[in-house]
């Protein structure tokens, strides 16, 4: 697929705003301290996300006249992320936290964009190019800068973080598998409307169980919840599960999977950047450095890939003397 570099600068921003949303995820769950339990943070506001987007793919269906209705056949595509991607995920996600160090954590959650490169090499058959290797090495070297306090305070080697580590890790392995099934959602045609709602409808259905019985939910606790953890929640709906991933879904028309999750180096520079606006937390120039260097990665894949490509293919051409200068 050729895309014009003018739309590869529009992915590129909207990969940003994106990551962006993502972090915003952190310092909001931070905010709302210990007030709700972890399975209620987890699900409620996914929730709350199904139900508030469900009249806009009613409004979608109505719109396209054109396309015949989905089928039982359609919606059996739905299951496999909705209960891996955003259930098993979600849930892993929070009980792998609550057992090892957010350090370990941090360094964990840096596996994601390689695997979705082994996931989307297996399912999709997207390379991993000389390009995407360099981009990934130079994405990983600005996390690093970045996230100095996590590398220096991880123990992932304590044996008493190992089952913690085991599904924290599982929890990204869950998330990596989603947003390649999503990709190959995409390239069958699925609106990004469709690919949300549908795949959050099954997640929301499976965690019902664990609302009911794990830890009981009940409306009058957020009613007479502070302000707080009201925005919080409507936050965490509508930014994080809802606006962020239709935009996510519609960047993947035009890129890779590969290509897109490489902004997700970008989240601890964000997550840092918040806690300063959020928390009153430091920033020192090492994380900006960190971040900018992540940026350059992010960068060289998704907008300049072909150029760099094909300057590495010219250099190779004329060192094998296939080209003479």
């Keep these: 697929m050729v895309v014009a570099k003018s739309s590869k600068t ?8 994106i990551n962006f949303m993502w972090a915003t995820q952190v310092p909001v769950i931070r905010l709302m301290g210990n007030d709700l ?16 987007f469900i009249p806009f793919l009613w409004f979608e269906n109505k719109k396209r006249k054109d396309r015949k209705p989905r089928s039982w056949k359609d919606m059996a595509y739905f299951i496999l992320p909705g209960l891996v991607g955003i259930f ?7 009980l792998g936290s609550t057992m090892t160090l957010a350090a370990n954590a941090g360094i964990i959650t840096l596996t994601i964009p390689v695997l979705v490169a082994v996931f989307a090499s297996v399912f999709l058959g997207e390379k991993f190019n000389i390009i995407r290797v360099i981009g990934f090495f130079i994405a990983i070297a600005g996390v690093l800068l970045t996230s100095l306090s996590d590398v220096k305070n ?20 869950c998330c ?17 409307l469709e690919i949300l709602v549908y795949s959050s409808l099954i997640g929301s259905v499976a965690s019902l169980p664990l609302l009911i019985w794990v830890e009981p939910f009940h409306i009058t606790m957020i009613l007479h919840s502070s302000t707080t953890i009201i925005l919080g929640l409507l936050e965490l709906s509508f930014v994080v ?5 239709i935009l996510f879904f519609y960047v993947l028309k035009d890129m890779d999977v590969t290509q897109a999750i490489l902004g997700n180096y970008l989240l601890p520079f964000f997550i840092s950047l918040l806690g300063v606006i959020l928390l009153k937390e430091e920033i020192t120039g090492v994380m900006f450095a960190g971040g900018f260097i992540i940026f350059i990665g ?19 051409a004329l060192k094998d003397g296939k080209i003479k200068t």
């Design 10 to 17: 529009k992915n590129l921003f909207l990969i940003i705003l």
């Design 37 to 52: 339990g972890p399975v209620t943070i987890a699900f409620v506001p996914m929730i709350c996300s199904t139900i508030f």
């Design 88 to 94: 098993i995920m979600q849930y892993a996600y929070t």
């Design 154 to 173: 991880a123990r992932l080697g304590e044996g008493k973080y190992f089952k913690g580590n085991m599904i924290f890790l599982f929890a990204c392995c």
């Design 176 to 192: 990596a598998f989603y947003n390649t099934y999503c990709k190959l959602l995409v390239d069958k045609g699925y609106t990004e």
């Design 241 to 245: 599960y809802g606006i962020s991933m």
């Design 298 to 316: 992010t960068l060289m894949v998704t907008v300049y890939e072909n150029q760099l490509l094909e300057f590495f293919t010219k250099r190779k």
